[in-house]
Nanobody, 124 residues
């Protein structure tokens, strides 16, 4: 059984940092897309930082230069370092794993497994 469990969310003030972690169990194949998505109330789910089958990372324009994702294959974890947080970063953040060969990393529909989400709230 594949499970993705996120942790590290919370409430912070603008300008502060948070680090999210995603622990993956039951799936160890690094050839497929993996990444972080977020969804704010009333908005569509968007890719924040995604890793394609070649290991290339794509960041949403809104987080470039502030967010960094890293993958530890030995520990089967994915992390998201979020710096200089802004109120517009407030959302539920999800870790996701694809099982589709040749997946399009930025497309949420390409992902098979999702974590339960962790809330990030940024206030002024």
């Amino acid at each position: 059984q594949v499970q993705l469990v996120e942790s590290g969310g919370g409430s912070v003030q603008a300008g502060e940092s948070l680090r999210l972690s995603c622990a993956v169990s039951g799936f160890t194949d690094s050839r497929y897309c993996m990444g972080w998505f977020r969804q704010a109330p009333g908005k569509e789910r968007e890719g924040v930082a995604v890793i394609d089958t070649g290991g290339r990372i794509t960041y949403a324009d809104s987080v470039k230069g502030r967010f960094t994702t890293s993958q530890d294959n030995a520990k089967n974890t994915l992390s998201l370092q979020m710096d200089s947080l802004k109120p517009e970063d407030t959302a539920m953040y999800y870790c996701a794993q694809s099982t589709k060969y040749g997946c399009v990393a930025v497309d949420a529909r390409e992902y098979t497994y999702w974590g339960q989400g962790t809330q990030v709230t940024v206030s002024l």
